[in-house]
């Protein structure tokens, strides 16, 4: 779905559920529905897991601290 390519790619934007609606041509209401009842989570808590993903994998192949690393999970929480 056009929706979940566009979180992978663009994680560390803002991105809102009516931005994601628009890509896929619905209303936000039942895109936030159609979303939640094939991935079985609401469009915001995919995209925080995207971005967890993405600090676990700075974690495992960078030699960033993770003060740093988690200073920018803030940064893209704050954003998201």
Do not use: D
Request: hydrophobic fraction near 30%; proline fraction near 6%.
């Amino acid at each position: 779905p056009p929706s979940r390519s566009y979180m992978n790619k663009h994680y560390s934007e803002t991105i809102k559920a009516g931005e994601l609606s628009s890509l896929c041509n619905m209303s936000e209401t039942h895109f936030r529905r159609l979303f939640e009842s094939y991935i079985n989570m609401p469009p915001m808590e995919y995209l925080n897991l995207i971005r967890v993903q993405k600090a676990c994998e700075l974690m495992k192949k960078t030699n960033e601290p993770m003060e740093l690393i988690s200073l920018q999970w803030r940064w893209w929480t704050s954003r998201g």
